[in-house]
């Protein structure tokens, strides 16, 4: 229970924060707030899972960077009650993830059957991408909407292994961000060409490959003379030592 508590506080601080910026955006718009929550909320709450379930050194990290953002976005809006609490609260966050229980939740070595930590990038990079787009202080349409929900879904056909999910990761993001960024304003299409370049880029790595579909090698069988065989085998095939049927 008391694990549980400590990986839970930054997602706590993140609600508080999202309930804020509902309430008084400050610099951003409505939805550059939608695109903000819910960026915030889903890396947060991947986190949280990934550190109390396998206790991942990503998943640690992760919920670093969201409590900072949390503490960024102070300064976007004006200091009052809510945004009080949700200092407290990052705080708290942050004496939480540090603490040395904290540290006996995190694993000592990787995962047998984790996945490489270059799988591990691009799926968070491209679940990162809401909140990438939210965080530039301009107004985004629906173009910028567009890829920033379509980019977290290829991510999530990825991670699954659903049929197609690499070839949206490989191609599929950037496409989409090269047809979009001509309508987007030009922070946003600007970051948006750079998240598919980069999303692309680390798709084409071979652990990311591997991480989707493991590679099997096809069996192969040799001819060898009777004689070398094993009796039980011989046996069960019922031939002779000469390669006679019985």
Known sequence: MRFTLIASAPLAAVLVWVIALMIDPGVYTPLSVLLIGLGLITLTTIGTVGLVLVGGRWAHRLLVAMVGVTLMLALSRPIDGVAIAGLILSGLALVALFVPASGRLIRKLPAASGPPA?????????????????????????????????????????????????????????????????????????????????????????????????????????????????????????????????
């Not at 799988?119 to 629906?142: K, R, W, Y």
């Not at 909407?145 to 990825?158: D, E, N, W």
């Open 118 to 246: 270059r799988a591990v990038i691009a799926t968070l990079l491209a679940l990162s991408t809401p909140l990438v787009l939210g965080l530039i202080p301009d107004e985004p349409n629906g173009w910028v909407v567009l890829f920033a929900i379509a980019t977290p879904l290829a991510s999530f056909l990825y991670s699954r292994t659903i049929p197609g999910g690499l070839a949206l990761m490989r191609f599929g993001v950037a496409l989409l961000a090269l047809i979009t960024a001509p309508f987007m304003p030009l922070p946003h299409a600007v970051a948006s060409v750079a998240l598919g370049a980069a999303i692309a880029m680390i798709s084409w790595t071979h652990d990311v490959a591997v991480a989707f579909g493991p590679l099997l090698e096809r069996g192969t069988t040799y001819a060898i003379p009777p004689e070398l065989a094993p009796s039980e085998i011989l046996d069960s095939a019922g031939i002779d030592q000469k390669g006679n049927r019985k």
